[in-house]
T-cell receptor
C-alpha cells in the first residue's frame, strides 16, 4: 500500500487556469507538507499542516492555498496559474511536526504550464 | 549564498568505492535530514540527525553541531546508489532549508 499518494502524477494546463493536486497519507500521521522543486532541482517548503492548523506558511503567492478536509489529506489548490509555477510538487507527511520525526514523501506531481 | 551548502555537486565513483558527501549550514537548526532522490524523481528520507552518528546498512551519517557540518558516507558503493542526495536542515520554527543536492553516479 502506498503510504503517501499524490494525484495526478502529471498535470499539463494553460496559463490562467485553476488546478488542484491531491495528497493522501495512510500512515496515521498528524503533519503533512507541500514542497516545490524547481527546474534546477532545488526543493523549497511551501506549507505544512498539523491537525488542520497551518504551522508554516512559506512566502508563497496567495494563489496557492492548502486545504485539509481531514488529517489524512492535504490538497494543494492553485489559482490563476503562471508560467513560473511549472515545477514538481511533493507532498510529505510525518508523525507530528517535531524535528526528529522522519518525513515520508509522495512520488511528486509534475506541473507544466503552457 | 545558500544557507545549506553541499559538496561536491557531482560525484562519479566506481562500484565498491567509499563515498563521502558533505553538508555545511550557516543557521541554527533543530535537526538535519539526508534525503535520496531517485532518477525517477521519488524522494526517500534516509536519516534525521540532531547529534552524533547514525548507521543504516551501508549508509552512515554524522553531524557536528559545533562546526555546523554533516557528512553522508556510503560504503561499498553500488550502481543502485546512483541518485541525488539532498541535505536539509530544520530550523527552530519548523521551517526547512535545502541544499542543492549532490548527484552521485556509481559505475559498475
Amino acid at each position: 500500500d502506498t503510504a503517501v499518494s499524490q494525484t495526478p502524477k502529471y498535470l499539463v494546463t494553460q496559463m490562467g487556469n485553476d488546478k488542484s493536486i491531491k495528497c493522501e497519507q495512510n500512515l496515521g500521521h498528524d503533519t503533512m507538507y507541500w514542497y516545490k522543486q524547481d527546474s534546477k532541482k532545488f526543493l523549497k517548503i511551501m506549507f505544512s499542516y498539523n491537525n488542520k492548523e497551518l504551522i508554516i506558511n512559506e512566502t508563497v503567492p496567495n494563489r496557492f492555498s492548502p486545504k485539509s478536509p481531514d488529517k489524512a489529506h492535504l490538497n494543494l489548490h492553485i489559482n490563476s496559474l503562471e508560467l513560473g509555477d511549472s515545477a514538481v510538487y511533493f507532498c510529505a507527511s510525518s508523525q507530528d511536526g517535531q524535528s526528529y520525526q522522519p518525513q515520508h514523501f509522495g512520488d511528486g506531481t509534475r506541473l507544466s504550464i503552457l | 549564498k545558500n544557507e545549506v551548502e553541499q559538496s561536491p555537486q557531482n560525484l562519479t565513483a566506481q562500484e565498491g568505492e567509499f563515498i563521502t558527501i558533505n553538508c555545511s549550514y550557516s543557521v541554527g537548526i533543530s535537526a538535519l535530514h539526508w534525503l535520496q532522490q531517485h532518477p525517477g524523481g521519488g524522494i526517500v528520507s534516509l536519516f534525521m540527525l540532531s547529534s552524533g552518528k547514525k548507521k543504516h546498512g551501508r549508509l552512515i551519517a554524522t553531524i557536528n553541531i559545533q562546526e555546523k557540518h554533516s557528512s553522508l558516507h556510503i560504503t561499498a558503493s553500488h550502481p543502485r546508489d546512483s541518485a541525488v542526495y539532498i541535505c536539509a536542515v530544520r530550523l527552530g520554527n519548523n521551517d526547512m532549508r535545502f541544499g542543492a543536492g549532490t548527484r552521485l553516479t556509481v559505475k559498475p
